[in-house]
């Protein structure tokens, strides 16, 4: 029988800290999960050693686990997905540079802080003296990543000042396309921004701090025991100076920092936001609340993702239009051509080719981000559109073209008057699965910053802590548009039969 | 109706001396044939004797290795597809009845007919309707105007299909297998019509093996022989 080692927390809750197997001595493991993709000094693969990980939120990791017997145990989870994950039981804690809010404090068990950081504003440095503040900055485009407290900063911002606040999914590209042009501000933390200024040039970070937050771990709202004494363990290396050590190697210890410390150590409480009013944060509202709050919000994303399915799936079939007959009427070199362009465009993913356009060619196009994603959304699908429509051409019967003919129609007039009415009734149920695919993988297009309704469900999510109303109004909303398209394609079908 | 009478030639398809091969099969060989205006010529002889290609080569839809063809005053010569102008002009000498009359399934009977006078003879679409409603009365499906292809009978669709080959007014009808697809009553109706057409001074050349309609209604009949292949 397994003899379990138990440590009691202050509040006198029991919780397992080491087991050791008869026979055994392999202890616990702790399963910490964090996202790798978001790099130094957070969490990243060593440079040296690939399958090694490094960071200040690892060594964390590993001082929490040995400290309670354990072992780390890394589990790789995207940053978005993190409280989800640890809600869900895939990992004991969650540590990648995660901020304390309302939200999670409401829906899951975060450690106290562990570090303190401000939400600075970065600016090009010919744009320094005129750009200090968020109030200097009405009518310009300012970036951050999604679902973070500098959005919900930029959000109210849009509404006081009036910027136009940029949801990006990585804390990278929002500085790359501020020396770009794309963007006139960035608003992110200190520590974000201080790691982007030693790769990137051209920026300036003003010094005036918008909001002060702190980075915390979670746990799930079930697992308050092993928070508690976790949260012993991080008092403990904050009073032994273990945290200063990890800090200042990877150099963002701070005078905030003892500040906080001390703040905690004297068990004062630690608000989760300094500088933004969260008392209407939706995770303090009740859901149908919330729900109502974020509807207009998802109404204007819906709208975004039907303009651009619509002009994207519009763009796509006049390209295929051409790729098709071009494929079936075409001489060798161009029917070669234009067959490398469909299997290109069908053999790479789509999100790749979305980042080529946006990112891969900015240098040399400057594409804004709502025509990249068209274009992109519309030469993807332009080689699935010419595929159905070369098949269809190529069923329609021979002797419908030969009637055709010797009526006396020229090749152009057998195509545009007789073939391609034809082809078209052939094509348009595969063209309708195609538009309600296409409805659904214009969500991918958030990666270029273009807010539509799946990456506005995803910042509704987070801020509120569950998928629960923000997914079923999502998928709500989804099926709303596809349906009447469906709906449509089968009247027409019965029409045109 | 009247047809075109352009020409004084009473001659309106000359075939000389015709061979055709598919690879190395010959399918026509040393085809030579004159038709008359007013005449009604039965093509007839065994399966894959033919009959179908030599309509086919009269279309200009299948090119023929030797020989000639002339119809009026267009002439097709051997080697590969005619040169778009000849075909242009050899599409208002000849009209063409499929066996299964391939009416084009998203257009309605009447929109049919229409379409090669507007498009390809840019006659005007009032001028061309008015026409085509001619031509459905006189071959008595008229009330059949709007209906399309799939809701047409196979002797109605037949009778749009002869209408919309007639509607640019060809002196010289093909016909491919008429009787294939009709009972005795409809072959009869249908012999009258072709009748009919003769009497406005047309000829017709019909790839047929229905031998008694041929003894019946064809003024003249050429059997092909199966070629050694």
């Known amino acids: 029988m397994a003899a379990l080692c138990l440590s009691c927390t202050a509040n006198g809750e029991a919780v397992a800290l080491h087991r050791a197997e008869p026979g055994s001595a392999e202890p616990l493991a702790l399963r910490w999960a964090g996202d790798s993709e978001g790099g130094a000094p957070f969490v990243e693969a060593d440079p040296r050693h690939p399958d090694q990980l490094v960071g200040f939120d690892v060594e964390i990791a590993d001082l929490i686990a040995h400290a309670l017997g354990r072992t780390p145990q890394f589990v790789l989870v995207r940053f978005e997905s993190l409280d989800q994950s640890i809600e869900r039981g895939d990992a004991d804690i969650a540590l990648s540079g995660i901020e304390d809010t309302p939200a999670r404090r409401a829906t899951l068990a975060p450690t106290i802080p562990y570090y303190e950081f401000r939400e600075v504003l970065s600016v090009r440095d010919a744009d320094a003296a005129r750009y200090r503040s968020l109030a200097d900055l009405r009518g310009r485009r300012v970036a951050t990543l999604g679902g973070t407290i500098a959005y919900e900063i930029l959000l109210k911002a849009e509404r006081d000042v009036g910027v136009q606040a940029v949801s990006y999914d990585d804390d990278v590209h929002p500085y790359t396309d501020l020396i770009l042009g794309r963007v006139d501000a960035v608003l992110l933390d200190n520590v974000l921004a201080e790691r982007r200024h030693r790769f990137v040039s051209g920026f300036t970070t003003q010094p005036q701090s918008v909001a002060v937050g702190h980075y915390v771990a979670v746990l799930s709202s079930r697992n308050t025991a092993l928070r508690d004494a976790i949260n012993d363990v991080l008092l403990g290396a904050m009073r032994d100076g273990t945290l200063e050590r990890i800090f200042r190697k990877w150099r963002v210890w701070n005078a905030d920092q003892p500040a906080m410390y001390a703040r905690l150590l004297a068990h004062e409480p630690v608000a989760p936001i300094v500088g933004l009013d969260t008392s209407g944060s939706v995770a303090t509202m009740t859901r149908s609340d919330a729900a109502l709050r974020y509807i207009p919000s998802l109404l204007r994303a819906s709208v975004v993702t039907i303009a651009l399915s619509c002009l994207a799936m519009g763009l796509a079939i006049v390209i295929g239009v051409l790729i098709a007959t071009g494929r079936v009427y075409g001489g060798r070199a161009l029917r070669g051509l234009l067959t490398g362009y469909v299997e290109l465009m069908r053999g790479t993913p789509i999100l790749l080719q979305l980042f080529v356009l946006y990112y891969g060619i900015a240098m040399a196009i400057r594409l804004p981000a709502f025509a990249a994603a068209l274009l992109g959304l519309a030469l993807n699908y332009a080689a699935y559109e010419s595929e159905i429509y070369r098949s269809a051409l190529e069923a329609v019967s021979p002797g419908q073209l030969e009637a055709a003919r010797t009526l006396g129609l020229s090749e152009r007039q057998v195509l545009t008057l007789v073939r391609a009415p034809q082809a078209f009734r052939l094509a348009l149920a595969p063209m309708t699965n195609d538009f309600i695919a296409l409805l659904k993988d214009s969500s991918l297009v958030s990666v270029l910053t273009v807010m539509e309704l799946t990456k506005q469900t995803q910042i509704f999510a987070t801020n509120l802590g569950s998928w629960v109303i923000p997914g079923t109004l999502c998928a709500g909303l989804y099926l709303a548009m596809s349906l009447p398209l469906g709906m449509l394609a089968r009247r027409l079908e019965l029409k045109w039969r | ?229």
């Open chain 2, 1 to 229: 109706m009247e047809m075109n009478q352009g020409s004084a030639n009473p001659v309106v398809l000359r075939m000389e001396q015709l061979e055709l091969r598919r690879g190395v099969r010959p399918i026509l060989r040393d085809l030579t044939l004159d038709v008359m205006r007013g005449e009604l010529v039965a093509l007839m002889g065994p399966s894959g004797s033919g009959k179908t290609t030599a309509l086919r080569a009269i279309a200009g839809l299948e090119p023929f290795q030797s020989g000639r063809i002339q119809v009026g005053d267009v002439m097709l010569e051997r080697g590969g597809a005619a040169a778009v102008p000849t075909l242009r002009r050899l599409r208002r000498q000849v009209g063409m009845v499929f066996q299964f009359h391939c009416l084009f399934e998203h257009l309605s009977a009447i929109d049919n007919i229409c379409l090669a006078p507007v498009h390809a003879h840019h006659v005007a679409p009032g001028e061309a309707a008015r026409r085509a409603r001619e031509l459905l009365t006189a071959f008595g499906v008229e009330h059949r105007a709007d209906a399309r292809p799939r809701e047409l009978s196979g002797g109605e669709a037949q009778r749009v299909a002869i209408a919309r080959a007639l509607a640019v007014d060809p002196p010289l009808l093909l016909m491919d297998e008429p009787t294939a697809s009709l009972d005795p009553p409809r072959r009869v109706e249908l012999g009258a019509l072709l009748r009919g057409l003769l009497e406005q001074g047309r000829a017709l050349m019909v790839a047929t093996h229905d031998e008694e309609f041929a003894r019946e209604f064809a003024t003249r009949v050429v059997r092909l022989e199966a070629t050694a292949g």
